[in-house]
């Protein structure tokens, strides 16, 4: 009943930039920590940065300075703004929630399908 969706992911130009949009929907009490993970050709699935209900950020530190992590807990939401993308950027990015169905339940993770990011000349 829970779904992840992602969306704006492409092709951009090295140094371009794009941004990820993510809406959870479904049955939904709260959610506590929103996230971004990527994998790239040949690597393991690594964290991009997560974000607390609260707004505590844990951001890796190859992309500290270029990408921005948001969420608007009214809309379900959380977005990642990519600015001066390289080629070492390109990879599936995946799109993560930690939430409660009712105020019963416990916390349980779920994953979107991943959107593909390439960045290329």
């Known amino acids: 009943q829970v779904q992840l969706v992602e969306s704006g992911g492409g092709l951009v130009q090295p140094g371009g930039s794009l941004r990820l949009s993510c809406a959870a929907s479904g049955s939904i009490f709260r959610i506590d920590d929103m996230g971004w993970y990527r994998q790239a050709p040949g690597k393991q699935r690594e964290l991009v940065a997560r974000?607390?209900?609260?707004?505590?950020?844990n951001v890796a530190g190859t992309v500290k300075g270029r990408f921005t992590i948001s969420r608007d807990n009214a809309k379900n939401t959380v977005s990642l703004q990519m600015n001066n993308l390289k080629p070492e950027d390109t990879a599936v990015y995946y799109c993560?929630?930690?939430?409660?169905?009712?105020?019963?339940?416990?916390?349980?993770?779920?994953w979107g399908q991943g959107t593909q990011v390439t960045v290329s000349s």
């Open positions: 974000i607390t209900i609260g707004g505590s950020l």
């Open positions: 993560t929630a930690d939430l409660q169905k009712t105020y019963a339940s416990a916390l349980q993770t779920y």
